[in-house]
Protein backbone atom coordinates (compact mmCIF):
# COMPACT_ATOMS: atom_id res chain seq x y z
CA UNK A 1 0.00 0.00 0.00
CA UNK A 2 1.30 3.25 -1.09
CA UNK A 3 3.22 5.41 1.95
CA UNK A 4 5.02 8.45 1.70
CA UNK A 5 7.88 6.80 3.75
CA UNK A 6 11.05 4.77 1.85
CA UNK A 7 10.72 1.14 1.52
CA UNK A 8 14.00 0.74 3.73
CA UNK A 9 11.78 2.48 6.90
CA UNK A 10 9.17 -0.09 6.29
CA UNK A 11 11.54 -3.07 6.21
CA UNK A 12 13.40 -2.32 9.44
CA UNK A 13 10.00 -1.83 11.12
CA UNK A 14 9.19 -5.12 9.83
CA UNK A 15 12.40 -6.84 11.98
CA UNK A 16 11.62 -4.95 14.91
CA UNK A 17 8.01 -6.65 14.81
CA UNK A 18 6.04 -4.13 13.99
CA UNK A 19 2.65 -4.83 12.48
CA UNK A 20 1.83 -2.42 9.93
CA UNK A 21 -1.86 -1.53 9.82
CA UNK A 22 -2.43 0.20 6.16
CA UNK A 23 -0.92 3.18 5.20
CA UNK A 24 0.32 5.14 8.50
CA UNK A 25 -0.67 2.86 11.63
CA UNK A 26 0.63 -0.20 13.50
CA UNK A 27 0.09 -2.93 16.14
CA UNK A 28 3.49 -4.02 18.14
CA UNK A 29 3.80 -6.86 20.46
CA UNK A 30 4.32 -5.61 24.30
CA UNK A 31 6.95 -6.94 26.18
CA UNK A 32 4.52 -7.82 28.78
CA UNK A 33 2.49 -9.45 26.71
CA UNK A 34 4.68 -11.85 26.60
CA UNK A 35 5.65 -11.68 30.00
CA UNK A 36 1.87 -11.82 31.43
CA UNK A 37 1.13 -14.89 28.69
CA UNK A 38 4.28 -17.15 29.67
CA UNK A 39 5.64 -15.90 32.52
CA UNK A 40 2.28 -14.45 34.36
CA UNK A 41 3.65 -11.47 35.02
CA UNK A 42 1.75 -8.08 34.21
CA UNK A 43 3.00 -4.93 33.24
CA UNK A 44 2.03 -1.91 35.41
CA UNK A 45 -0.68 -1.15 34.18
CA UNK A 46 -2.35 -3.65 35.43
CA UNK A 47 -1.47 -3.10 38.73
CA UNK A 48 -2.16 0.58 38.85
CA UNK A 49 -5.11 0.85 37.20
CA UNK A 50 -6.44 -2.50 36.41
CA UNK A 51 -5.85 -2.35 32.63
CA UNK A 52 -5.24 -6.86 32.29
CA UNK A 53 -2.11 -6.74 30.09
CA UNK A 54 -3.15 -9.50 27.95
CA UNK A 55 -6.09 -7.80 26.97
CA UNK A 56 -4.49 -4.61 25.73
CA UNK A 57 -3.44 -3.62 21.67
CA UNK A 58 -0.64 -1.60 22.33
CA UNK A 59 -0.94 0.91 18.72
CA UNK A 60 -0.44 3.89 16.58
CA UNK A 61 -2.28 5.56 14.07
CA UNK A 62 0.85 8.17 12.85
CA UNK A 63 3.45 5.81 12.75
CA UNK A 64 5.95 7.54 10.75
CA UNK A 65 4.75 11.10 11.97
CA UNK A 66 5.56 13.13 15.04
CA UNK A 67 6.34 16.96 15.79
CA UNK A 68 9.43 15.79 17.95
CA UNK A 69 12.01 14.15 17.47
CA UNK A 70 13.17 13.15 21.30
CA UNK A 71 16.18 11.81 22.01
CA UNK A 72 15.00 9.05 24.19
CA UNK A 73 12.01 7.58 21.51
CA UNK A 74 12.27 4.01 20.60
CA UNK A 75 10.82 5.30 17.29
CA UNK A 76 12.48 5.04 13.40
CA UNK A 77 13.49 9.06 13.06
CA UNK A 78 14.02 11.13 9.94
CA UNK A 79 17.85 10.42 9.39
CA UNK A 80 18.05 6.88 11.33
CA UNK A 81 20.14 4.36 9.12
CA UNK A 82 20.82 7.02 6.68
CA UNK A 83 17.28 7.34 5.56
CA UNK A 84 15.56 10.57 5.56
CA UNK A 85 11.57 11.02 4.76
CA UNK A 86 9.35 14.64 5.93
CA UNK A 87 7.70 13.17 9.30
CA UNK A 88 5.42 16.78 8.83
CA UNK A 89 4.01 15.71 5.08
CA UNK A 90 1.14 13.86 6.31
CA UNK A 91 -0.84 11.63 4.10
CA UNK A 92 -4.22 10.49 3.46
CA UNK A 93 -5.95 9.19 6.39
CA UNK A 94 -7.37 5.78 6.37
CA UNK A 95 -10.57 5.63 8.31
CA UNK A 96 -10.94 5.33 12.08
CA UNK A 97 -13.13 2.12 11.84
CA UNK A 98 -10.48 0.83 9.20
CA UNK A 99 -7.36 1.18 11.59
CA UNK A 100 -9.43 -0.69 14.42
CA UNK A 101 -10.90 -3.71 12.95
CA UNK A 102 -7.27 -3.94 11.63
CA UNK A 103 -5.52 -3.61 14.59
CA UNK A 104 -7.31 -6.53 16.20
CA UNK A 105 -6.70 -8.48 13.10
CA UNK A 106 -3.39 -7.62 13.79
CA UNK A 107 -3.37 -8.52 16.85
CA UNK A 108 -5.11 -11.62 16.50
CA UNK A 109 -1.88 -12.77 14.43
CA UNK A 110 0.58 -11.87 16.66
CA UNK A 111 -1.41 -14.35 19.17
CA UNK A 112 -1.29 -17.07 16.81
CA UNK A 113 2.24 -17.40 18.00
CA UNK A 114 1.51 -18.44 21.43
CA UNK A 115 -0.52 -21.53 20.06
CA UNK A 116 2.60 -23.34 20.16
CA UNK A 117 4.19 -22.69 23.22
CA UNK A 118 3.67 -25.01 25.90
CA UNK A 119 4.31 -22.79 28.29
CA UNK A 120 1.53 -20.24 27.42
CA UNK A 121 -1.47 -19.64 29.99
CA UNK A 122 -4.38 -20.89 27.48
CA UNK A 123 -7.16 -19.11 29.61
CA UNK A 124 -5.29 -16.18 29.28
CA UNK A 125 -4.64 -16.86 25.08
CA UNK A 126 -8.44 -16.91 25.05
CA UNK A 127 -9.43 -13.75 26.64
CA UNK A 128 -6.69 -12.14 24.97
CA UNK A 129 -8.17 -12.55 21.43
CA UNK A 130 -10.54 -10.56 22.92
CA UNK A 131 -8.93 -7.42 23.61
CA UNK A 132 -10.47 -4.90 25.99
CA UNK A 133 -7.58 -1.73 25.89
CA UNK A 134 -5.85 0.28 23.39
CA UNK A 135 -3.04 1.73 24.16
CA UNK A 136 -2.67 4.71 21.34
CA UNK A 137 1.16 5.24 22.59
CA UNK A 138 3.37 2.93 20.18
CA UNK A 139 5.26 5.62 18.04
CA UNK A 140 4.48 9.45 16.97
CA UNK A 141 2.34 11.60 18.25
CA UNK A 142 -1.52 10.85 17.87
CA UNK A 143 -2.82 14.19 17.34
CA UNK A 144 -1.18 14.69 14.18
CA UNK A 145 -4.51 12.28 13.10
CA UNK A 146 -7.03 14.44 12.21
CA UNK A 147 -10.08 11.99 12.90
CA UNK A 148 -8.62 11.02 16.56
CA UNK A 149 -11.81 11.61 18.20
CA UNK A 150 -13.65 9.10 15.71
CA UNK A 151 -10.94 6.34 16.38
CA UNK A 152 -11.63 6.99 20.14
CA UNK A 153 -15.20 6.40 19.61
CA UNK A 154 -14.16 3.34 17.75
CA UNK A 155 -12.41 1.23 20.44
CA UNK A 156 -15.26 2.78 22.81
CA UNK A 157 -17.61 1.27 20.89
CA UNK A 158 -16.18 -2.30 20.72
CA UNK A 159 -16.31 -1.88 24.66
CA UNK A 160 -12.65 -1.03 24.95
CA UNK A 161 -10.90 1.58 27.52
CA UNK A 162 -8.39 3.98 25.85
CA UNK A 163 -4.97 4.91 26.98
CA UNK A 164 -3.98 8.20 24.79
CA UNK A 165 -0.83 9.67 25.10
CA UNK A 166 0.60 13.02 23.74
CA UNK A 167 3.47 14.79 23.76
CA UNK A 168 0.95 18.18 24.15
CA UNK A 169 2.48 20.68 21.24
CA UNK A 170 -1.14 20.09 19.55
CA UNK A 171 -3.33 21.73 21.97
CA UNK A 172 -6.22 22.54 19.45
CA UNK A 173 -6.45 18.59 18.54
CA UNK A 174 -6.83 18.05 22.28
CA UNK A 175 -9.10 20.51 22.88
CA UNK A 176 -11.60 19.79 20.36
CA UNK A 177 -11.41 15.88 21.72
CA UNK A 178 -15.60 15.75 22.38
CA UNK A 179 -15.49 11.64 23.06
CA UNK A 180 -12.08 12.20 25.34
CA UNK A 181 -10.12 8.50 25.95
CA UNK A 182 -10.11 6.64 29.11
CA UNK A 183 -7.46 8.28 30.54
CA UNK A 184 -4.84 11.08 29.25
CA UNK A 185 -1.43 10.82 29.48
CA UNK A 186 0.63 13.95 28.44
CA UNK A 187 4.58 13.83 28.04
CA UNK A 188 6.52 16.23 29.94
CA UNK A 189 10.30 15.37 29.27
CA UNK A 190 11.89 18.53 30.38
CA UNK A 191 11.69 20.80 33.28
CA UNK A 192 12.87 23.88 31.45
CA UNK A 193 13.06 25.40 27.46
CA UNK A 194 16.19 25.07 26.70
CA UNK A 195 16.06 21.21 28.23
CA UNK A 196 13.30 20.78 26.32
CA UNK A 197 15.03 21.56 23.34
CA UNK A 198 17.79 19.79 24.03
CA UNK A 199 15.97 15.95 24.22
CA UNK A 200 12.91 16.45 22.71
CA UNK A 201 14.17 18.42 19.31
CA UNK A 202 10.69 19.82 18.45
CA UNK A 203 9.79 20.25 14.46
CA UNK A 204 7.39 22.67 14.68
CA UNK A 205 8.00 26.47 16.32
CA UNK A 206 7.04 27.64 19.75
CA UNK A 207 6.83 23.71 20.92
CA UNK A 208 7.15 24.56 24.54
CA UNK A 209 4.64 27.33 24.62
CA UNK A 210 2.24 25.04 22.97
CA UNK A 211 3.26 22.30 25.66
CA UNK A 212 2.60 24.61 28.63
CA UNK A 213 -0.98 25.65 26.35
CA UNK A 214 -1.45 22.17 26.78
CA UNK A 215 -0.82 21.57 30.68
CA UNK A 216 -3.27 24.71 31.48
CA UNK A 217 -5.77 22.89 29.20
CA UNK A 218 -5.67 19.54 31.00
CA UNK A 219 -7.54 20.71 34.25
CA UNK A 220 -10.81 20.97 31.52
CA UNK A 221 -10.65 16.96 30.88
CA UNK A 222 -13.04 14.91 32.48
CA UNK A 223 -10.75 11.52 32.38
CA UNK A 224 -8.23 11.24 34.68
CA UNK A 225 -4.57 12.94 33.48
CA UNK A 226 -1.20 11.66 33.69
CA UNK A 227 2.04 13.74 33.21
CA UNK A 228 4.71 11.33 32.30
CA UNK A 229 8.32 11.70 32.54
CA UNK A 230 10.31 9.55 30.89
CA UNK A 231 13.39 10.11 32.89
CA UNK A 232 16.76 10.27 31.36
CA UNK A 233 20.12 9.55 33.84
CA UNK A 234 21.88 12.82 33.21
CA UNK A 235 19.78 14.43 31.07
CA UNK A 236 16.09 15.45 32.30
CA UNK A 237 16.24 14.21 36.32
CA UNK A 238 16.60 17.79 37.74
CA UNK A 239 15.19 20.35 39.03
CA UNK A 240 12.28 19.00 40.24
CA UNK A 241 10.68 22.39 41.41
CA UNK A 242 10.72 23.39 37.79
CA UNK A 243 8.61 20.43 37.26
CA UNK A 244 7.00 21.32 39.96
CA UNK A 245 5.66 24.53 38.92
CA UNK A 246 4.71 22.22 35.34
CA UNK A 247 2.45 19.64 37.49
CA UNK A 248 0.91 22.67 39.22
CA UNK A 249 -0.22 24.50 36.10
CA UNK A 250 -1.92 21.21 34.95
CA UNK A 251 -3.10 19.67 38.08
CA UNK A 252 -3.22 16.19 36.76
CA UNK A 253 -4.64 12.94 38.47
CA UNK A 254 -1.40 11.10 38.39
CA UNK A 255 2.40 11.86 38.18
CA UNK A 256 4.59 9.30 36.31
CA UNK A 257 8.08 9.54 36.45
CA UNK A 258 9.11 6.56 34.18
CA UNK A 259 12.79 5.22 33.37
CA UNK A 260 13.96 5.53 29.90
CA UNK A 261 14.68 1.91 28.17
CA UNK A 262 17.63 1.72 26.13
CA UNK A 263 15.41 -0.18 23.09
CA UNK A 264 14.79 0.22 19.56
CA UNK A 265 16.05 3.11 17.62
CA UNK A 266 16.66 5.30 20.55
CA UNK A 267 19.79 3.21 21.09
CA UNK A 268 21.52 4.99 17.96
CA UNK A 269 21.21 8.38 20.15
CA UNK A 270 22.00 7.23 23.59
CA UNK A 271 23.48 4.97 25.41
CA UNK A 272 23.08 2.03 27.64
CA UNK A 273 24.34 4.33 31.09
CA UNK A 274 21.41 6.81 30.16
CA UNK A 275 19.00 4.18 31.42
CA UNK A 276 18.36 4.84 35.07
CA UNK A 277 17.59 1.54 37.75
CA UNK A 278 14.44 2.19 39.87
CA UNK A 279 15.85 3.03 42.79
CA UNK A 280 16.95 6.41 41.30
CA UNK A 281 13.34 6.85 39.96
CA UNK A 282 12.15 6.39 42.97
CA UNK A 283 14.50 8.97 44.44
CA UNK A 284 13.61 11.47 41.64
CA UNK A 285 9.76 10.54 42.50
CA UNK A 286 10.63 11.63 46.32
CA UNK A 287 12.03 15.04 45.17
CA UNK A 288 8.74 15.71 42.91
CA UNK A 289 6.66 14.52 45.80
CA UNK A 290 7.79 17.18 48.13
CA UNK A 291 7.88 19.71 45.13
CA UNK A 292 3.98 19.36 44.02
CA UNK A 293 2.68 17.61 47.40
CA UNK A 294 1.30 14.74 45.47
CA UNK A 295 2.46 11.18 47.38
CA UNK A 296 3.37 8.19 46.15
CA UNK A 297 1.01 5.63 45.86
CA UNK A 298 2.60 2.82 43.64
CA UNK A 299 5.29 1.47 42.44
CA UNK A 300 6.65 -1.47 39.58
CA UNK A 301 10.32 -1.92 40.44
CA UNK A 302 10.27 -4.65 37.02
CA UNK A 303 9.04 -1.35 35.15
CA UNK A 304 11.05 0.98 36.80
CA UNK A 305 7.94 3.17 37.07
CA UNK A 306 6.38 5.12 40.19
CA UNK A 307 3.26 6.69 40.76
CA UNK A 308 2.15 9.94 42.74
CA UNK A 309 -1.35 11.16 43.41
CA UNK A 310 -3.28 13.27 45.70
CA UNK A 311 -6.05 10.13 45.55
CA UNK A 312 -5.14 7.50 48.34
CA UNK A 313 -4.69 4.79 45.30
CA UNK A 314 -5.35 5.09 41.90
CA UNK A 315 -8.68 4.76 40.19
CA UNK A 316 -9.31 1.14 38.85
CA UNK A 317 -11.16 0.79 35.04
CA UNK A 318 -13.76 -2.25 35.86
CA UNK A 319 -14.29 -4.59 33.46
CA UNK A 320 -10.76 -4.33 32.11
Not at 177 to 187: D, F, G, V, W
Not at 230 to 243: F, G, P
Not at 269 to 282: A, T
Request: charged share 25%; hydrophobic share 35%.
Amino acid sequence: METLVPQPVMEALKKQRYHLVGRHSAVKRCRWLYETLIHDRPCYKQKFFGIRTHQCIQMTPVLFYCTQQCLFCWRAQNGDLGITWNEMKLPKWDLPEEIVERSIKAQSEILSGYNGNLKTNQQKLKDALTPRHAAISLTGEPTLYKPLEELIQAFHKRGFTTFLVSNGTLPSALARLSEEPTQLYISVCAPDKQTYKQICRPQIPNAWERLNETLELLPSFKCPTVIRITSVRKLNMKNAEAYAKLVEKANPTYVEPKAYMHVGFSRLRLGYENMPNHREIYEFAIRLAKGTGYNIVDESKESRVVLLSRLRKPIKFAGC
